[in-house]
């Protein structure tokens, strides 16, 4: 999908997400859900020809101001006004290449930080190392191969994968969220979209869940992995990006106590 119309379809759909009634608009003989173009435009204070130009991905000259208004127009999260600013504006900061080769004080901090487990992801989600623990308390990656070694595929097209994570449906939008949001931030995009072009092929859950251009961003949070035995296991988790590796991401999780 192009970035026009990424553009489009995330302002469409935030768009229908608001009710007119919030601000005082009528609600009944509609033809469509949430607000009008010319509603946004008029709340947001620019006109009506140039938001619908925008809405579709046209080539116009734009303003940080005009983009904040209407973020404030449409409700839209800190997460979801940057991802607005990044597909409009252009990416606001570019991060060389991932590299594979790791420095080496990285993977002594990830193995150090056994009994628990850590791992070192990519932007795009390729994971890069992890240590005993997360192999075996939340997945062994080098029974796969080298290739399929990202979080959005294996939760997508991994069937051992799939069956270890605890309400699946909610963390793989959360992931397909955060995946979207590091897209539309980063300037090497081949790495990504390699990741979007197989699983477009391959997973109809993926194709789904990718048109909700929902964005959001892994900084901390929750995970539930259910063991061999069965059981779930319940960690909170902290992404912390590597400094001087711009896109390298050392994840951290800690068991909940009684999990």
Known sequence: MS?????????????EAVSPAEYGFATTGRRVKGLRREEVAQLAAVSVSWYT?????RSISISHGALQRIARVLKLSPVEQDYLEDIVLGHRHSPARTSRQLPEEVIAMVDALNPHPAFVRSANMDILYWNE?????????????????????LMFINSDYR????????????????FRSNYAAGKQTEEFEAVISTLDQQSADFRRMWNYHDVSKIGTGNKAIIGKDGNISR?????????????????????????
Do not use: C, M
Not at 4 to 14: A, E, M, W
Not at 237 to 259: A, D, H
């Open 235 to 259: 960690y909170t988790y902290t992404s912390l990006e590597v400094e001087n590796l711009p896109g390298v991401f050392v994840l951290f999780y800690l068991k909940t106590p009684g999990s």
């Open 3 to 15: 970035r026009n119309q990424d553009v489009k379809y995330f302002l469409t759909r935030r768009r």
């Open 53 to 57: 130009w925008l809405e579709q991905g």
């Open 133 to 153: 623990a997360a192999k075996n308390e939340i997945f062994d990656w080098s029974a796969v191969e080298a290739n399929d070694r990202n979080s959005l595929k």
């Open 163 to 178: 069956k270890i994570i605890h309400d699946w449906d909610t963390a793989a939008k959360h992931t397909i969220s955060a």
